[in-house]
């Protein structure tokens, strides 16, 4: 090689004519310059173009990382260990909001209600287009012969009652209300009980952060924020499970990168993390303690270069078992990620091969369990697959103005949460000032706005629950029912129905519940599109309108065209064609958001107004 300041001779550029520049010594970037350093030996040829086509080929193949023993004890330390552990999390978290819906809201006659079977006529009517109502209905009342004739085959209407407008149970107001207390009194006992900096906040990253920084808020904070997601699940709180999975499978990704060093505080701030690790890294070298490593740092691999493959594994193997099939969670962290392309951090190929490993893992040991995951397949009647929709200009054409129409719920919605977190604010520091006045906070150094907003929000929740009782809960329980049952209800009730949900999650994360907005959104979807179905039966397939509304509402601010597209065919078993119209809808959807910049206009006015007063952290739940 050259001396410093002699050039090159010309047999020496000849030798290595494309040299990369030098990177630094990570285990990471030592494999994605695997593929650099491949590419570099290609001998150039200016006669063709092949040299400049096997580069591409070697860049778009990626690294060879199963070459390395790094990615081996990746595997073998944190894939495989975290699809273990957070299966069982998951099953955990599952049972018990499960166990609290079952003995307090979802009772026999509601679950009655949700599995009602409408008669013949409406079967008929919901699920078939004209040119093969015949058909089925000669099929069905051939099935109600078999079954002992209409008696057996369908329930009176009037168990479907008490899913109707005002038919809600007055009592849902005291559950929701005592669930917001139980909430509150969890963040104030784990905030008294903790350090300050591991202190449950007022408002935390929801998971979109945890996929884009890769990075924990506190390793600590999944217990408390498991514990209270549960609670406000059960109960019935509009809330998603997708935040407080994210949040946990991020804390145990980052806790293994970081050979279980626990007890230093991560910051929300990416840069002042760094700063902070490499402080505290500092002050370990120097300290007597730093020759002392723990019993796990002895067992486990160094992972400290590693941290954020960890980390996707953690939140890959959270969501794993969260929609039907493991594939969607390393799907949507990788499509939310943006970890790659030129100057990412990440290799793809790689990203896949560790994610779905966590994730199958995970997937395999729930399912075993529990026989379904999360967000299951939608039950429809069998003979609606038979008139599955073919790919059709005015059936894809249905599919984009669905799409704009849902964009437009979708920021509808982003704007009444918006509106619901402002007041929520408002309310915590008016409760907080009243506790200032009694001294409560002095004395004793509890939050009256921790521990009382989210009694106040339940109390609300509750009241739009006795006026619409399909919006308790994240809507999972309620979705077929509302397909199956539209034209029972009545688009009336329906429209009203998406509406009020909106506000319940507005009301459910601005006042301190915990989880996310994104099942609520797809429930809200649903009702949309059984709306569209019911408002134009004729000439619209209710199998076009409901899955491209299910996912395009919450598509409008969630940039995973992809995997929501691939969501709505396996949640109501579409197939290809079918699902033609549903991606249209999702980029249209999207599009009509984000892709004219309202949702980027609003985050950087919020921000501006942040800067010029108290600025306080990410969002609530």
Same mark, same amino acid.
């Given at each position: 090689?050259?001396?410093?300041?002699?050039?090159?001779?010309?047999?020496?550029?000849?030798?290595?004519?494309?040299?990369?520049?030098?990177?630094?010594?990570?285990?990471?970037?030592?494999?994605?310059?695997?593929?650099?350093?491949?590419?570099?030996?290609?001998?150039?040829?200016?006669?063709?173009?092949?040299?400049?086509?096997?580069?591409?080929?070697?860049?778009?193949?990626?690294?060879?990382?199963?070459?390395?023993?790094?990615?081996?004890?990746?595997?073998?330390?944190?894939?495989?260990?975290?699809?273990?552990?957070?299966?069982?999390?998951?099953?955990?978290?599952?049972?018990?909001?499960?166990?609290?819906?079952?003995?307090?809201?979802?009772?026999?006659?509601?679950?009655?209600?949700?599995?009602?079977?409408?008669?013949?006529?409406?079967?008929?009517?919901?699920?078939?287009?004209?040119?093969?109502?015949?058909?089925?209905?000669?099929?069905?009342?051939?099935?109600?012969?078999?079954?002992?004739?209409?008696?057996?085959?369908?329930?009176?209407?009037?168990?479907?009652?008490?899913?109707?407008?005002?038919?809600?149970?007055?009592?849902?107001?005291?559950?929701?209300?005592?669930?917001?207390?139980?909430?509150?009194?969890?963040?104030?006992?784990?905030?008294?009980?903790?350090?300050?900096?591991?202190?449950?906040?007022?408002?935390?990253?929801?998971?979109?952060?945890?996929?884009?920084?890769?990075?924990?808020?506190?390793?600590?904070?999944?217990?408390?924020?498991?514990?209270?997601?549960?609670?406000?699940?059960?109960?019935?709180?509009?809330?998603?499970?997708?935040?407080?999975?994210?949040?946990?499978?991020?804390?145990?990704?980052?806790?293994?990168?970081?050979?279980?060093?626990?007890?230093?505080?991560?910051?929300?701030?990416?840069?002042?993390?760094?700063?902070?690790?490499?402080?505290?890294?500092?002050?370990?070298?120097?300290?007597?303690?730093?020759?002392?490593?723990?019993?796990?740092?002895?067992?486990?691999?160094?992972?400290?270069?590693?941290?954020?493959?960890?980390?996707?594994?953690?939140?890959?193997?959270?969501?794993?078992?969260?929609?039907?099939?493991?594939?969607?969670?390393?799907?949507?962290?990788i499509e939310l990620g943006g970890h790659w392309g030129p100057g990412g951090k990440l290799s793809l190929t790689e990203t896949v091969?560790?994610?779905?490993?966590?994730?199958?893992?995970?997937?395999?040991?729930?399912?075993?369990?529990?026989?379904?995951?999360?967000?299951?397949?939608?039950?429809?009647?069998?003979?609606?697959?038979?008139?599955?929709?073919?790919?059709?200009?005015?059936?894809?054409?249905?599919?984009?103005?669905?799409?704009?129409?849902?964009?437009?719920?979708?920021?509808?919605?982003?704007?009444?949460?918006?509106?619901?977190?402002?007041?929520?604010?408002?309310?915590?520091?008016?409760?907080?000032?009243?506790?200032?006045?009694?001294?409560?906070?002095?004395?004793?150094?509890?939050?009256?706005?921790?521990?009382? $907003?989210? %009694? &106040?929000? #339940?109390? @609300?929740?509750? +009241?739009?629950?006795?006026?619409?009782?399909?919006?308790?809960?994240? =809507? /999972?329980?309620?979705?077929?029912?509302?397909?199956?049952?539209?034209?029972?209800?009545?688009?009336? $009730?329906? %429209? &009203?129905? #998406?509406? @009020?949900?909106? +506000?319940?999650?507005?009301?459910?994360?601005?006042?301190?519940?915990? =989880? /996310?907005?994104?099942?609520?959104?797809?429930?809200?979807?649903?009702?949309?599109?059984?709306?569209?179905?019911?408002?134009?039966?004729?000439?619209?397939?209710? +199998?076009?309108?409901?899955?491209?509304?299910?996912?395009?509402?919450?598509?409008?601010?969630?940039?995973?065209?992809?995997?929501?597209?691939?969501?709505?065919?396996?949640?109501?078993?579409?197939?290809?064609?079918?699902?033609?119209?549903?991606?249209?809808?999702?980029?249209?959807?999207?599009?009509?958001?984000?892709?004219?910049?309202?949702?980027?206009?609003?985050?950087?006015?919020?921000?501006?107004?942040?800067?010029?007063?108290?600025?306080?952290?990410?969002?609530?739940?």
């Amino acid at each position: 090689m050259p001396q410093d300041n002699v050039p090159p001779t010309p047999e020496e550029e000849a030798e290595v004519p494309f040299a990369p520049e030098p990177t630094p010594a990570t285990k990471s970037n030592t494999k994605n310059a695997d593929t650099a350093a491949a590419a570099s030996s290609i001998p150039h040829k200016d006669s063709n173009g092949e040299e400049d086509f096997a580069a591409s080929l070697l860049d778009l193949l990626g690294p060879a990382y199963a070459r390395h023993a790094q990615f081996w004890k990746g595997c073998f330390w944190s894939s495989i260990p975290q699809g273990v552990v957070l299966a069982f999390v998951l099953l955990g978290f599952k049972n018990l909001y499960d166990w609290l819906a079952k003995i307090t809201w979802l009772t026999h006659e509601y679950e009655e209600a949700l599995e009602f079977i409408p008669d013949l006529e409406n079967m008929i009517q919901t699920f078939t287009e004209l040119p093969f109502a015949n058909l089925l209905e000669g099929a069905l009342t051939e099935a109600v012969a078999e079954g002992g004739g209409h008696g057996e085959f369908e329930r009176d209407s009037h168990v479907v009652d008490i899913l109707k407008l005002g038919n809600g149970e007055w009592w849902y107001v005291g559950l929701l209300a005592a669930a917001g207390l139980g909430v509150g009194l969890i963040k104030t006992v784990w905030t008294l009980l903790v350090p300050t900096e591991h202190a449950y906040p007022q408002k935390m990253p929801g998971f979109i952060y945890d996929v884009r920084e890769l990075r924990a808020h506190s390793v600590y904070l999944p217990i408390p924020v498991l514990l209270c997601s549960a609670i406000s699940i059960g109960c019935g709180a509009s809330c998603g499970p997708e935040a407080p999975l994210g949040t946990t499978g991020t804390a145990l990704g980052q806790i293994l990168a970081g050979r279980w060093r626990v007890g230093r505080h991560e910051a929300v701030s990416a840069n002042k993390a760094d700063k902070e690790e490499k402080a505290d890294s500092n002050d370990k070298e120097s300290s007597p303690e730093a020759k002392k490593p723990s019993f796990f740092s002895t067992l486990l691999p160094d992972f400290s270069n590693d941290r954020e493959y960890c980390v996707m594994d953690g939140i890959s193997a959270a969501f794993g078992a969260l929609f039907p099939s493991q594939y969607l969670g390393p799907m949507l962290v990788i499509e939310l990620g943006g970890h790659w392309g030129p100057g990412g951090k990440l290799s793809l190929t790689e990203t896949v091969a560790r994610t779905g490993l966590s994730a199958s893992i995970s997937y395999t040991i729930f399912v075993t369990l529990a026989d379904k995951t999360l967000l299951e397949q939608i039950p429809l009647p069998a003979a609606a697959y038979d008139l599955l929709p073919k790919v059709d200009p005015i059936e894809m054409l249905q599919g984009a103005l669905l799409g704009i129409i849902c964009g437009l719920v979708g920021c509808l919605g982003l704007v009444i949460v918006g509106v619901g977190r402002a007041i929520g604010d408002k309310v915590w520091a008016m409760l907080d000032s009243v506790g200032d006045r009694v001294g409560l906070k002095n004395a004793t150094g509890i939050s009256l706005g921790l521990l009382l $907003t989210p %009694v &106040v929000g #339940g109390a @609300l929740v509750g +009241l739009l629950c006795v006026a619409a009782p399909l919006i308790l809960s994240d =809507g /999972g329980e309620q979705l077929g029912a509302v397909i199956s049952l539209g034209k029972v209800l009545g688009s009336g $009730t329906l %429209v &009203v129905t #998406g509406l @009020l949900k909106l +506000l319940a999650v507005s009301i459910s994360l601005g006042f301190g519940f915990v =989880g /996310g907005p994104v099942f609520p959104f797809i429930f809200t979807g649903i009702c949309v599109g059984t709306v569209a179905h019911l408002l134009f039966e004729d000439s619209m397939n209710i +199998l076009v309108s409901v899955p491209a509304c299910m996912v395009a509402v919450p598509c409008a601010f969630v940039p995973a065209v992809f995997t929501f597209t691939t969501l709505a065919s396996m949640v109501l078993a579409l197939g290809g064609a079918a699902t033609s119209p549903v991606f249209f809808a999702c980029f249209c959807s999207y599009t009509t958001v984000c892709g004219f910049g309202i949702v980027q206009d609003f985050v950087v006015k919020k921000m501006g107004k942040g800067n010029g007063g108290d600025n306080k952290e990410g969002g609530n739940g």
